[in-house]
C-alpha cells in the first residue's frame, strides 16, 4: 500500500516536471526548474528499480543519468533559444 501511495506521488511530481521548462525565465528559475526535474528523475527510477526489479539495482545510478541527461540537454535547448530570441529582439529593437 506504502509503496503504491510512494509510486503515485513520484509518477505525478515526474509529470509535473516533464510539463515545465524553462524558456525566457531568469537564470536561477532554469537551474531550479532542471534540478526538480533531476530529482523526479532519480526518485521516480529509484522507487521502480528498487521495488520492481531488484535486479537492477546496481544500475539504477546509471540509468538514472542517461535519463537525466535528456532534461539537461532540454534545458540547454531552451537557454540557447532564450538567448537568441533576446539577442534578436534587442537587435531589432536598436534599429
Known amino acids: 500500500m506504502l509503496f503504491g501511495i510512494e509510486m503515485l506521488l513520484a ?18 528559475q532554469q ?3 532542471l ?3 533531476i530529482a523526479s528523475v532519480w526518485c ?3 522507487l521502480f528499480i528498487s521495488h520492481v526489479y531488484p535486479e537492477f ?4 545510478d546509471v540509468i538514472s543519468v542517461f535519463f537525466s541527461a535528456v532534461f539537461v540537454f532540454a534545458a540547454l ?12 529582439h534587442q537587435q531589432t529593437a536598436t534599429k
Not at 509518477?11 to 536561477?28: D, E, S
Open 77 to 88: 535547448k531552451d537557454r540557447y533559444e532564450s538567448d537568441v530570441y533576446r539577442s534578436h
Open 31 to 33: 537551474l531550479v526548474t
Open 11 to 28: 509518477v505525478v511530481f515526474f509529470i509535473v516536471m516533464v510539463t515545465r521548462n524553462g524558456y525566457l525565465k531568469p537564470t536561477w
Open 35 to 37: 534540478g526538480l526535474q
Open 44 to 46: 521516480l527510477i529509484h
Open 57 to 60: 539495482v546496481f544500475a539504477k
